[in-house]
Antibody
Framework: EVQLVESGGGLVQPGRSLKLSCVASGFTFNNYWMTWIRQAPGKGLEWVASITNTGGSTYYPDSVKGRFTISRDNAKSTLYLQMNSLRSEDTATYYC????????????WGQGVMVTVSS | DTVLTQSPALAVSPGERVTISCRASESVSTGMHWYQQKPGQQPKLLIYGASNLESGVPARFSGSGSGTDFTLTIDPVEADDTATYFCQQSWNDYTFGAGTKLELK
């Protein structure tokens, strides 16, 4: 059974940093692209970052580019999201997702972890 | 960015057929996918590649379309289908529609 378990969320002040983790199990982690997707309270879904199966390439939307860094440790089957210079608009539930082998859609989602940016 | 437009809400009776639309601001070929999200839960993949049913998803769900206009159909609708449905495109990075909230009468 595929499982994705996020951790590291919480309350953080604007301008500070936070690092999320996602431990994967039930599949061969290093065969799949991985992606972080977020959802602000009561709002829709927003793509945050993607990483190829080897970690050799990463992709971001303009809204987080230069502030967020996605990475992975294939030996530990763990995905990370380093978030710097956090803003109030980054407040959201962050989901760790597995992409299909072509990186087009997201077939497994974690339960999500809440990040609140507030003073 | 490729903008995806969905109608905000629909209300149908159990047993009826419902179509949920998603229009893209530019062609995404068949790079369109659909998700169901129930309150307090993570989204669940229903349809990928515009018309392919994800494993384990009931055959009551189907998808169609290509280019800019796409449809998710549920036939017949059941009470458990109360949820918000999101479309997502993968042709130009990734963007999601704002979601269509499906309510049962």
């Amino acid at each position: 059974e595929v499982q994705l378990v996020e951790s590291g969320g919480g309350l953080v002040q604007p301008g500070r940093s936070l690092k999320l983790s996602c431990v994967a199990s039930g599949f061969t982690f290093n065969n799949y692209w991985m992606t972080w997707i977020r959802q602000a309270p009561g709002k829709g879904l927003e793509w945050v970052a993607s990483i190829t199966n080897t970690g050799g390439s990463t992709y971001y939307p303009d809204s987080v580019k230069g502030r967020f860094t996605i990475s992975r440790d294939n030996a530990k089957s763990t995905l990370y999201l380093q978030m710097n210079s956090l803003r109030s608009e980054d407040t959201a539930t962050y989901y760790c997702t597995r992409a299909d082998i072509y990186g087009e859609y997201f077939d497994y989602w974690g339960q999500g972890v809440m990040v609140t940016v507030s003073s | 960015d490729t903008v995806l437009t969905q109608s905000p809400a629909l209300a149908v009776s159990p047993g009826e057929r419902v179509t949920i639309s998603c229009r893209a601001s530019e062609s995404v070929s068949t790079g369109m996918h659909w998700y169901q999200q129930k309150p307090g839960q993570q989204p669940k993949l229903l349809i990928y590649g515009a018309s392919n049913l994800e494993s384990g998803v009931p055959a009551r769900f189907s998808g169609s379309g290509s280019g800019t206009d796409f449809t998710l159909t549920i036939d017949p609708v059941e009470a458990d289908d109360t949820a918000t449905y999101f479309c997502q495109q993968s042709w130009n990075d990734y963007t999601f529609g704002a979601g269509t909230k499906l309510e049962l009468k």
